[in-house]
């Protein structure tokens, strides 16, 4: 494609592409993904969803998923750097391109019903738009069939050529292979499967063969688990001995699956803190958060009896715990708030001063408890790893906690 005299919109050497279809009409957005797919695949230029919305109570086919779908070209934006440009890079993503193209759902007024349609484009693109540019694209390079993953996986466990396994993935694919995608791909299946493995779920089956001891593993459609809810006989004990006062926060980089450990604690007689409940959830999404709460609260009756709550200033969903756990007074962590807020309910200090909190204004104590357990417990740590070392923690804090009653 020769690029055009005329500069437009002060690009230096506009190439102007073909148009999509304004005619075409599409009844769910699987079809119009498809559509978007083949005019990509056939005119080599690469456009991916930038912005969206999802179809609200105007528009009666849900199939449609989106309302509004914004796809600008790959390369559109400015690369920002991030160096001293000693060694500037030779190729950028971002190159300043403005082509986009912009679907909306409009009714159809021959079936009365809505589809989907171009609203809007503009296919002038600041690069040259050829396949061997498209092919070069990361994402037309990753090699995406599970049963060419499953053999290549064979074939690098068993340490094979990775030049030779690259031919032969280009060979069946016919996508541009490079070492860097064989590099990624070995690294991949190197990653522990999301979720328990056998040995994980084997440790926790003796954990709750001893009397008292729970543990829930809740999976999804697809058979991964989204969260593991770990407590002990004396955990269990200790909620029902001190329910009043409860701080909930949650901590990351504890296992190199991703999985972030949401704790409970609660306030004990000798004046310290003491984990009542530990979980492993997948992501804090308001539906784990409130099946964890569940788990919590199907296992602990004594829950009724709390009084105070203690959550973190980045804990996002505290809707999920004042539904949840309504008869709790929840408050964010102790800190100065500034305008209307400081005049709102759980930021004032007289309310506070009404409830049982046994001094507990901030989440200090648990933030403690996760030091400690960190010093052993890293984000390289496999799921077995990470519950075998959670487990000896709680037995740890169990055993200096009857010490400590012991010496009293």
Not at 125 to 140: I, P, R, V
Not at 391 to 407: G, H, K, P, T
Request: charged share 25%; with cysteine; glycine share 6%.
């Amino acid at each position: 494609m020769q690029p055009s005299p005329q500069f437009g919109n002060g690009f230096p050497g506009l190439f102007q592409l073909p148009t999509f279809s304004w005619e075409a009409t599409f009844d769910s957005w699987h079809e119009c993904q498809s559509a978007i797919q083949s005019f990509c695949d056939s005119t080599f230029q690469p456009f991916r969803i930038r912005d969206s919305s999802l179809v609200g109570s105007r528009c009666t086919n849900t199939s449609l998923k989106y309302q509004m779908v914004l796809l600008k070209c790959t390369h559109g934006g400015v690369a920002r750097s991030r160096g001293s440009g000693i060694r500037p890079r030779q190729n950028y993503r971002y190159l300043g391109c403005n082509a986009f193209i912009k679907f909306a759902a409009k009714r159809d007024i021959g079936r009365d019903d809505f589809v989907l349609r171009c609203v809007e484009q503009y296919t002038g693109h600041s690069h040259e738009c050829c396949k061997e540019a498209y092919d070069m694209l990361s994402e037309n390079r990753k090699v995406s069939d599970p049963q060419t993953i499953k053999d290549a996986a064979i074939m690098l466990k068993t340490k094979g050529n990775k030049k030779l396994i690259r031919d032969e993935l280009a060979s069946r694919t016919g996508k541009r292979i490079i070492m860097k995608g064989i590099h990624n791909l070995n690294a991949r299946l190197n990653l522990d499967p999301p979720g328990c493995d056998d040995d994980s779920r084997t440790l926790l089956e003796q954990f709750t063969s001893q009397a008292g001891n729970v543990a829930d593993i809740i999976t999804d459609e697809n058979d991964e688990v989204v969260f593991i809810c770990i407590q002990t006989a004396f955990q269990r004990d200790m909620m029902q001995a001190y329910p009043e006062v409860l701080l909930v926060d949650a901590t990351h980089k504890t296992n190199r699956n991703g999985y972030q450990m949401l704790g409970i604690m609660g306030h004990t007689s000798l004046g310290s803190g003491f984990p009542f409940f530990v979980a492993l959830n997948s992501s804090s999404t308001k539906e784990n958060l409130t099946a964890v709460l569940k788990s919590f609260k199907e296992h602990n009756p004594s829950w009724t009896h709390s009084v105070f709550g203690v959550i973190d200033k980045d804990f996002v969903e505290e809707d999920v715990l004042t539904a949840t756990m309504p008869d709790v007074f929840w408050i964010r962590k102790n800190m100065i708030a500034t305008g209307v807020a400081y005049f709102m309910e759980r930021w004032c200090s007289a309310f506070r001063d009404v409830c049982l909190n046994m001094g507990n204004t901030t989440n200090n104590r648990l933030e403690s408890a996760w030091g400690d357990l960190k010093t052993f417990l890293e984000s390289r740590c496999t799921m077995f790893q990470c519950l075998q070392k959670l487990l000896a923690y709680l037995r740890y804090v169990e055993d200096q906690f009857s010490l400590r009653s012991l010496r009293l």
